[in-house]
């Protein structure tokens, strides 16, 4: 099972996250509201995988998956978006993350990407 860490600024979003994957076993070694945050406890933490949304406070979701990956250029990165943004998604995609998800969250397809990348 994999080690995450969660990056949300919805605290509901990180409660549905946190409750999904820790249900299918994996372990939360983390939990962030902002991407500047998230960075931070990425190098803290060195969890196997990132849940990270795009949109968010202080740094977001691009501008922090940049930062994860000059700290680690194989870091396992999930973007996190709301329907509708495709274009952040291509971005992101360009920038290294390794999948994305859209809100709302559907379970079985999050733990499918999850138990892909882990």
């Not at 995450?4 to 994996?26: F, N, Q």
């Not at 290294?96 to 559907?106: I, L, N, Q, R, Y």
Request: charged share 30%.
């Amino acid at each position: 099972m994999s080690k995450i860490l969660i990056v949300d600024d919805s605290r509901t979003s990180r409660k549905i996250l946190r409750e999904y994957l820790t249900e299918a076993g994996h372990e939360i070694v983390a939990e962030a509201e902002n991407g500047q945050d998230g960075v931070e406890k990425y190098s803290e933490f060195k969890p196997d995988i990132v849940t990270l949304d795009i949109t968010m406070p202080v740094l977001d979701g691009l501008a922090a998956l940049k930062e994860i990956k000059k700290i680690d250029p194989n870091a396992k990165v999930v973007m996190v978006t709301a329907v509708g943004k495709q274009n952040m998604v291509v971005e992101a995609i360009k920038s290294g993350a390794s999948e994305f998800v859209t809100k709302p969250f559907d379970k079985d397809n999050i733990l499918k990407i999850i138990s892909k990348l882990g």
